[in-house]
Every structure is written in C-alpha cells, then in structure tokens.
C-alpha cells in the first residue's frame, strides 16, 4: 500500500540555519503531497502542497518540490526562526481513496535562539 | 481563520462515561469527514471515514462499537467514545476537505483523558 517515510527527529538548529527534513514516499498511483506543521498542543495546519510532478509549493519561507523520479517531497527552508519549532508532518492523498492522508511519523524540529 | 472547528479541546472524565466530541465545517459542506487518533510522539492514525447520510468506515483494528461516529448533515460529524477506559485517553482530531487536489483542514484536537 502507499506510504510515506520521513527522517528521524529531533532536529534541533540554532536561529537562522539551513533546514531540510527529507521525505519519500510509495504510492500506486498519482498522488498529492503535502506538509503539515502541528504546534504543542494544536491540530494540524497546511503548511504547502504540490499536486503533480515538478510542481513547488512554497508558504512562509518554506518550500517543497514534487519528485517523482526520486519519489521524494523535501521541505526546505533558508532561514529558520525560533517560532519554526514544532512537529512537521509529510503526507499524501490519493484522489482515488476519496482524499485520505496517509502521513509519515512525523519530524520534531526545535530551533535555539 | 479556522475553517474546521472542533470541541470540546480537552475533556477529563471517570472510566466508564462516554464522551461526546463533535468537528463542524465552519464555511464549506463536507460530505466527508476523518478521525484520526495521535499519541505523544507518533504521527496521527486514521481510525475512520465519516461519510453524511451513510455509515462510517472504519479502519482495521478499530471497534466500532467503541468508537461511534455519526454525520448526520453537512457540517457535522460526532465522534461518541463509548465506555471510556484510561487506555483511550489520547489526542483526537478530526479533518474534513480534501478529495482530489484539496487539502483536508484540520480542528483543533481533543485532549481525552480518562481518569
């Protein structure tokens, strides 16, 4: 079945570092991909989505480029804020399963002042 | 602002209640709603599809007898833990949206915790 694997956390980075968090995924068909960020204690907000191949979704400094050769979604952001920390979560939707995410475990990221 | 509102955001009960939490669509109908469970430090597991008019779908492993959802118009679905036990307690959420390109939008979580 589909499936999406993200890298281990925690990630911790000093303000103003380089992020990445790697994601791949295995899906059967064509899928949408997303990142979503959960702050302690909160739901899940949208982050960014890419709905085909090559396309970039980008939002708050934050960007993800669709890779099917690789079958990977990395989240990427320059410059990283004290106010970035949280879980950051990657997930895909297949729109023949009627919108149903499958996530990956999840990535912690704190980031020091 | 929040298109997804869900509640109560936190409950403390005795064993043995029933709890009752609901997750509305504040500005769009939503034919289709999901509960998810997520405990510390995991990612969040799908537990079912609520479906308007029509019978939720559970996915394996999960008690329906347990765990009754009801959605019984277009902005509302409930999620009933029946006979609540300590092993329950955890962060429910629920989700409504998505289908084809869109992205779900998510309520806030309820913080179940039974005593």
């Known amino acids: 079945g589909d499936s999406v694997t993200q890298m281990e956390g925690p990630v911790t980075l000093s303000e103003e570092a380089f992020l990445t968090i790697n994601c791949t995924y295995t899906a059967t068909g064509y899928p949408s991909l997303f990142w979503y960020v959960q702050y302690p204690g909160e739901g899940l907000q949208l982050l960014l989505k890419a709905t085909k191949a090559d396309d970039k979704g980008s939002n708050k400094g934050f960007e993800a480029t669709y890779r099917k050769e690789t079958t990977s979604f990395h989240l990427e952001k320059g410059s990283v804020q004290v106010s970035d920390s949280a879980v950051y979560f990657c997930?895909?939707?297949?729109?023949?399963?009627?919108?149903?995410?499958?996530f990956g475990q999840g990535t912690e990221l704190s980031v020091k002042p | 602002g929040a298109v997804v509102s869900q509640h109560p955001s936190r409950v403390i009960c005795k064993s043995g209640t029933s709890v009752k939490i609901e997750c509305r669509s504040l500005d769009f109908q939503a034919t289709t709603m999901f509960w998810y469970r997520q405990f510390p430090k995991q990612s969040l597991m799908l537990m079912a599809t609520?479906?308007?008019?029509?019978?939720?779908?559970?996915e394996q492993g999960v008690e329906k007898d347990k765990f009754l959802i009801n959605h019984a118009s277009l902005t509302l679905s409930t999620l009933t833990v029946t006979s609540a036990h300590p092993e329950d307690s955890s962060f429910y959420i629920c989700s409504a949206g998505g289908g084809g390109n869109q992205p779900q939008h998510f309520g806030d979580g309820t913080r179940l915790s039974i005593l």
């Open positions: 997930a895909l939707s297949d729109r023949n399963q009627g919108g149903k995410l499958i």
């Open positions: 609520s479906n308007e008019g029509s019978k939720a779908t559970y």
